[in-house]
């Protein structure tokens, strides 16, 4: 048997235990006042009502309790055959809050009657009445000290069930505390470890972005500086040709020199950069 079913079995015993003391607490009820001592079993009324009342609150809690397992139970049938089941209770709870009503009803009629016959005797004179008057004083003396101890008791088992009830609460939230912060540290260690890897990797970024930088700015100087060379040559080359150009306009060299000099530049600046000689041929051009 499972879980569920367990606790159903266990909520339908308490049902039928709570019962049958709730109706013998009504049929004490209904009984007040007829043994002929109305006024003792007065102070006795409020003790059994309270029972009574405490006992119907406990039916009150079973069927909300039994609602709820009603639901969680693993066959349809099993559902179906816990719901009529609540719904017989809750008529069986109806019919019990009537007797009580009823019961209380009958408990003052009968009092008021056993007072009205005591009354009677006592207002009768003679011996007899005095001694029945100091008796009852008496007895309702020790009835209403033992009810009062009663009560007092009662109310002292009240608040130590209530005083059980919210230790097992505090221990349960303490219980889902523990859990929840176990639950977060094991979340806390798998984001540790993440966050070390995450900065493993920036940190692999950011050198890889530092050497990224310093290979941009080196090929990009050596870029100016090939520029700048070829622009140097280029300039030097036109200025070589201006001078070859005003030359041959004047007249003071021929074709044999400009051929000359063009290749003896030419050689200069290929002896200097450690480059072959390609223009050789310029000078049988010219």
Same mark, same amino acid.
């Given at each position: 048997?499972?879980?569920?079913? !367990?606790?159903?079995?266990?909520?339908?015993?308490?049902?039928?235990?709570?019962?049958?003391?709730?109706?013998?607490?009504?049929?004490?009820?209904?009984?007040?006042?007829?043994?002929?001592?109305?006024?003792?079993?007065?102070?006795?009324?409020?003790?059994?009502? @309270?029972?009574? !009342?405490?006992?119907?609150?406990?039916?009150? @809690?079973? !069927?909300?309790? +039994?609602?709820? =397992?009603?639901?969680?139970?693993?066959?349809?049938?099993?559902?179906?055959?816990?719901?009529?089941?609540?719904?017989?209770?809750?008529?069986?709870?109806?019919?019990?809050?009537?007797?009580?009503?009823?019961?209380?009803?009958?408990?003052?009629?009968?009092?008021?009657?056993?007072?009205?016959? #005591?009354? #009677?005797? $006592?207002?009768?004179?003679?011996?007899?009445?005095?001694?029945?008057?100091?008796?009852? !004083?008496?007895?309702?003396?020790?009835?209403?000290?033992?009810?009062?101890?009663?009560? @007092?008791?009662?109310?002292?088992?009240?608040?130590?069930?209530?005083?059980?009830?919210?230790?097992?609460?505090?221990?349960?939230?303490?219980?889902?505390?523990?859990?929840?912060?176990?639950?977060?540290?094991?979340?806390?260690?798998?984001?540790?470890?993440?966050?070390?890897?995450?900065?493993?990797? $920036?940190?692999?970024?950011?050198?890889?972005?530092?050497?990224?930088?310093?290979?941009?700015?080196?090929?990009? =100087?050596?870029?100016?500086?090939?520029? +700048?060379?070829?622009?140097?040559?280029?300039?030097?080359?036109?200025?070589?040709?201006?001078?070859?150009?005003?030359?041959?306009?004047?007249?003071?060299?021929?074709?044999?020199?400009?051929?000359?000099?063009?290749?003896?530049?030419?050689?200069?600046?290929?002896?200097?950069?450690?480059?072959?000689?390609?223009?050789?041929?310029?000078?049988?051009?010219?």
């Amino acid at each position: 048997m499972d879980e569920v079913a !367990q606790a159903v079995e266990d909520v339908k015993r308490t049902w039928d235990q709570t019962v049958v003391q709730i109706e013998d607490h009504i049929k004490e009820i209904q009984s007040c006042g007829k043994s002929g001592k109305g006024i003792q079993e007065v102070n006795s009324l409020p003790r059994l009502n @309270s029972a009574a !009342q405490d006992g119907l609150a406990l039916l009150r @809690s079973l !069927q909300f309790r +039994f609602d709820l =397992l009603a639901q969680q139970l693993p066959t349809e049938e099993e559902v179906v055959s816990a719901l009529a089941v609540l719904s017989s209770w809750k008529e069986q709870y109806l019919r019990l809050h009537s007797s009580l009503r009823n019961a209380n009803l009958q408990a003052k009629n009968n009092i008021r009657e056993a007072a009205q016959e #005591e009354r #009677e005797l $006592l207002l009768g004179g003679g011996e007899e009445s005095t001694i029945r008057r100091r008796n009852l !004083q008496t007895k309702a003396g020790m009835t209403s000290a033992a009810e009062s101890i009663t009560e @007092s008791l009662r109310r002292t088992r009240q608040l130590m069930v209530q005083e059980v009830e919210r230790s097992v609460n505090t221990l349960v939230t303490f219980e889902e505390s523990t859990g929840v912060l176990k639950k977060a540290e094991s979340e806390y260690k798998g984001q540790r470890s993440l966050l070390m890897h995450t900065r493993r990797l $920036l940190s692999t970024m950011q050198r890889q972005d530092v050497m990224d930088r310093v290979i941009m700015v080196a090929g990009f =100087l050596i870029f100016i500086f090939a520029v +700048f060379y070829v622009v140097s040559k280029r300039i030097g080359l036109l200025a070589l040709q201006r001078k070859i150009v005003t030359a041959i306009k004047s007249g003071s060299m021929g074709h044999e020199d400009v051929g000359k000099e063009l290749s003896k530049s030419i050689n200069k600046d290929h002896l200097t950069t450690g480059q072959p000689n390609i223009l050789l041929h310029v000078n049988d051009e010219l």
